[in-house]
């Protein structure tokens, strides 16, 4: 079983979309971990930089030299690459269930209000 290991972390999820989509176009297989709710809480990971690219760790080394050509002047295509790798990965990601049985983001309060007024009406008794 491969052990994932730290790549980089980045300020900005954009950014670190596009070192994803620039390594799966060089073969090398990597995660991208966010603090931001799977993409519904954007301002969580706002200021945090907790947008972190993880890679297995026997392709680190191979993985540090592709992302230092980030820094190198890409050409349009090879921007245009990267970042079609980069919404290739993001559309195939699972999407957050729709329909009569989803759970809405604020889902949580119910039971938290119920314990609520159940310590409420418990005090007073």
């Given at each position: 079983m491969d052990r994932w290991?730290?790549?980089?972390t980045y300020f900005h999820k954009?950014?670190?979309?596009?070192?994803?989509?620039?390594l799966q176009e060089s073969?090398?297989?990597?995660?991208l971990q966010s603090d931001d709710l799977g993409g519904l809480r954007l301002?969580?990971?706002?200021g945090m930089g907790n947008n972190r690219v993880l890679v297995p760790?026997?392709?680190?080394?191979?993985?540090?030299?592709?992302?230092?050509?980030?820094?190198?002047?890409l050409s349009p295509e090879e921007?245009?690459?990267?970042?079609?790798a980069a919404l290739v990965r993001k559309s195939t990601?699972?999407?957050p269930p729709k329909g009569p049985n989803a759970v809405?983001?604020?889902?949580?309060?119910?039971?938290?209000?119920?314990?609520?007024?159940f310590l409420a009406f418990y005090a007073l008794s």
């Amino acid at each position: 079983m491969d052990r994932w290991v730290l790549l980089q972390t980045y300020f900005h999820k954009y950014d670190a979309e596009m070192a994803v989509g620039l390594l799966q176009e060089s073969g090398i297989e990597s995660l991208l971990q966010s603090d931001d709710l799977g993409g519904l809480r954007l301002h969580l990971s706002l200021g945090m930089g907790n947008n972190r690219v993880l890679v297995p760790q026997q392709d680190l080394a191979r993985a540090r030299e592709v992302i230092a050509t980030l820094d190198d002047d890409l050409s349009p295509e090879e921007l245009a690459g990267i970042e079609e790798a980069a919404l290739v990965r993001k559309s195939t990601e699972s999407l957050p269930p729709k329909g009569p049985n989803a759970v809405s983001g604020y889902a949580w309060l119910i039971p938290l209000i119920a314990a609520i007024l159940f310590l409420a009406f418990y005090a007073l008794s």
